[in-house]
């Protein structure tokens, strides 16, 4: 007697969304990537014309600049914010979150366009600083790597504190009296117990902001200027204007090499938290 086997249930419900997926997602971000090592054949020309090509080597370099830079913007304003919502009631936690989840209503291009409202030369900012004497011309908050860092830390900042406080959330107070009940003073239960817990998931949401930063588009086309092109800028020129696509196709290579080495970064630091 022939005994059939039956395909799992649970693979049968996600065979059609791997099917889509591969389809429609990884099949063409594969075949634009093999275009930097097969066009016109078999070669790394492309990868060399990076190397020896100093604009896209300063491309690169201001994209992890600007990058650093706001992961650091974001970790030392969302880690305060969110310690400071952990200690807040029940029901001002929710409206705490409701207020770090709105600009998630609003538009990036309008957030972002607001920004030229508010630190422009005729801007909000400006005004006031010449109103008060303490400038004699407007500062230039804009067209440059402040305005970017501004504008793309205004945008990525729910994207650390949202993960934060869920992570500082589910620490045990327990622990803290404990600490307390031992004679430590709140910095050292803050600096042996609070921070410790806490930090694999500022490292994660550090990690998101960075690699969300690398990729970032609109809030440098905007606030840049055109002055401040960074990779995915730079993808844009290659691809809609240049028409290299082998040349796109090797700095996107890069791009994802950079985006997948930081997600192991932080699928490690998960691991470690999970089995600290």
């Not at 799992?8 to 591969?22: A, D, Q, S």
């Amino acid at each position: 007697m022939a005994i059939t086997r039956r395909m799992p249930t649970e693979f049968g419900y996600v065979l059609p969304l791997l099917l889509l997926m591969l389809s429609l997602f990884i099949l063409p971000i594969v075949l634009m990537l093999a275009r930097s090592v097969t066009q016109p054949e078999w070669t790394l020309e492309h990868y060399q014309d990076l190397i020896e090509t100093s604009v896209y080597i300063r491309v690169l370099g201001r994209t992890l600049r600007i990058a650093v830079i706001t992961t650091i913007v974001c970790a030392s304003l969302g880690y305060p914010l969110a310690y400071w919502m952990r200690g807040l009631p029940p029901q001002r936690q929710v409206l705490a979150v409701a207020l770090v989840v709105l600009p998630f209503w609003i538009s990036i291009l309008v957030r972002t366009y607001a920004w030229i409202v508010v630190l422009g030369n005729a801007g909000v900012v400006n005004r006031v600083l010449l109103d008060l004497g303490i400038v004699a011309a407007p500062v230039a908050f804009l067209y440059n790597e402040l305005g970017v860092v501004i504008g793309t830390t205004n945008v990525l900042l729910p994207f650390l504190v949202l993960p934060l406080f869920a992570a500082m959330v589910r620490i045990d107070d327990r622990l803290l009296q404990a600490a307390e009940s031992l004679g430590a003073s709140r910095m050292t239960i803050f600096r042996r117990v609070f921070f410790p817990l806490s930090l694999p998931a500022l490292a994660a949401g550090s990690i998101l902001v960075f690699i969300l930063t690398f990729g970032f588009f609109i809030t440098p086309a905007i606030l840049g200027g055109g002055r401040v092109p960074m990779v995915a800028n730079a993808l844009d020129l290659l691809i809609n204007q240049f028409a290299r696509w082998e040349t796109a196709a090797a700095l996107s290579t890069v791009l994802l090499v950079v985006t997948l080495a930081c997600f192991a970064v932080s699928r490690w630091i998960g691991a470690r938290g999970a089995t600290a």
